[in-house]
């Protein structure tokens, strides 16, 4: 097999229905558990696509294996993540079906392993200033046709898998949270840990509770998650595009050595994803 491509899509709820040519799906075993990875064409390149929720979308938002989806990305030799959550729009000017790039993350989730360093006498403190890669998310915002001016897009991660209620989202506005998810925390921090390149684009699926003057229905949210997969997947190919085109990156700080190992997809096993 050749050289795994270094860019990968950490494919939320919806956009994992994304039907890609000549897909290969392999199961990873990581020290966190099996990771299911698929490679695929996209647009003339090799991508490695991850589903979020496992196989057959099998894992609840608290049960993502965030460290064993990055752990595999950075082993593989990934270098750029891009990923797509479903999020609840606190702000009134989003409305479902608009796609946002995220800048930064406020997390309320709970009881989620939230670090690579974790072992006694491993003690690290990883800079989040740049939480989400800038260049990726400079590009991803081209390539999505977000109006620029308008501010930064704070995404309040909650641990689900309820929905919030009308008075936390209030809480979270107050702290200038513009959308609500369950899949940023702590996806994005283990790859700022792991020194990948990630940036974030959120599929907006619903008024946060309280806000739209009906409940936040699930099959509404899957409604507009496939009215949206087409756009998503137009607003990739046009990243894709640019991305060729751009200078590398110097604001993601490169990981400690020695901590993820170098893996292959040669010999691994290969099986049925479940779509
Ligand atoms: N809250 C949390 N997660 C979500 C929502 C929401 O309203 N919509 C889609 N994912």
Redesign the pocket.
Known sequence: MDLPPDIALIAG?GIEAWPLDQARDFRLATPYGEVLVRLARFAGQDLLVVPRHGPGHSLP?HRVNSRGMIWALKGLGVTKVVAS????AIDPGLRPGDLRVVDDLLDFTRQRPLTFFDAPGQVRHVDMTDAYCPRLSALLKQAVGQPVGEGLLIYAA?E?PR??TPAEIRALAQLGARV???TQAPEVTLAREAGLCYAAVAVV??P??GLGGER?EEAA?YAHLAEALGRFQDAFARFLGLLDASPGCERCPPAPEGLFPHLSLDGMDEGDGQR
């Not at 959550?85 to 609840?88: F, I, P, Y």
């Open positions: 709820t938002p959550s479903a999020v609840g909650t689900g929905f919030e609500v998810g369950m699926t619903n946060a509770a936040v949210i």
